[in-house]
């Protein structure tokens, strides 16, 4: 027989007070160029896609700007082409924004997984370097085995204390693990921290885990991810036991055969049990955006 306590969810949430200060004096001596973006991810049917890059000056400066790229998992005229080939970007007082031009080549059917790339703003440029030099660029595979059940869903289903409750869950792919799929927000106003599933070859059935860490709290040092067996919920599911998600066979949705929330401790060994920041019942169904 479950005992079941509820705690009111504050998961951490941290601001930092700003004291107002004067912006430093800045004339074009000081002028810098700088990769508005630090990383960027676009699909791999995606075509040409731009990088920002920035002259911040007072009046504005002409510059030449180069810039290198540098093959990751991604080969340089197999899964992408400079627009480019001089890697030359120009600018002047009116012109302060450009743009790196690169082109994906798209391999449609064949999953390779996601690549990357990176683009560095080169010390050969006639302007000084900002700090913000260089751009990882991820392209992203859109023949991923699991791509019919990989998005966004409205999720719908009633909490053991909120009564009838609509949220908000993503299902991401795995860097390296065709089978795995994580899940963003199973558990509304209990989580901050993705969980995993694992997906039958068929893919009709998700898996999860129990006892993962689910969420971080600055109030108790453990919160994981626990259930009972649907559908009566009577059963507490064990470590190494899982919970149950059947995927429609339009994958248009999937439905969580088990009782699950998160449960919190007072302790990091998961022995002194606090309550639930939210207990979700059987029947929980997810239903792609």
């Known amino acids: 027989m479950k005992k079941i306590l509820f705690i009111i969810p504050i998961l951490a949430i941290l601001f930092t007070a700003c004291n107002k200060n004067e912006l430093p004096k800045l004339d074009d001596s000081n002028a810098f160029v700088k990769l508005n973006l630090s990383s960027a991810s676009f699909d791999e049917d995606k075509g040409t896609v731009t990088i920002p890059v920035t002259v911040v ?6 510059a030449t700007v180069k810039y290198t790229v540098t093959d990751g998992k991604a080969k340089l005229d197999e899964n992408y082409r400079l627009v480019d080939p001089t890697a030359t970007l ?20 064949v999953y390779t997984g996601d690549l990357d790339f990176t683009i560095t703003l080169s010390e050969e440029s006639s ?19 699991l791509t ?12 053991y204390f909120n009564g009838n409750t609509q949220w ?6 795995d860097a390296s693990d ?11 106003n209990g989580t901050n921290l993705d969980v995993y599933g694992i997906v039958n070859d068929d893919m009709s059935e998700i898996r999860i ?16 991810l626990e259930g009972y067996y649907g559908p009566t919920g009577d059963d507490f599911i064990p470590q190494g036991g899982y919970i149950t998600v059947e995927i429609a066979a339009d994958k248009s949705s999937m439905t969580i055969k088990d009782d699950f929330g998160s449960h919190v401790y007072n302790d990091a060994a998961g022995t002194s049990a606090a309550g639930w920041y ?11 955006n």
């Open 148 to 159: 019919p059940i990989l998005g966004d869903y409205t999720a719908v289903g009633e909490s």
């Open 178 to 188: 065709v089978k795995k799929v994580w899940i963003q927000n199973l558990v509304p």
């Open 127 to 145: 302007i000084q370097i900002g700090a913000q030099n260089s751009c990882k660029v991820t392209i992203s595979d859109k023949d991923h085995p």
């Open 168 to 173: 908000a869950v993503t299902l991401k792919k």
């Open 278 to 288: 939210n207990y979700m019942l059987t029947g929980v169904v997810l239903t792609k």
């Open 209 to 224: 885990p129990v006892m993962q860490e689910i969420a971080k709290s600055s109030t108790y040092p453990l919160v994981r």
């Open 57 to 62: 000056s007072v009046s504005g400066v002409n």
């Open 90 to 109: 120009t600018f002047d007082a009116t012109n302060r924004v450009r743009n790196i031009e690169i082109e994906l080549i798209n391999k449609p059917g």
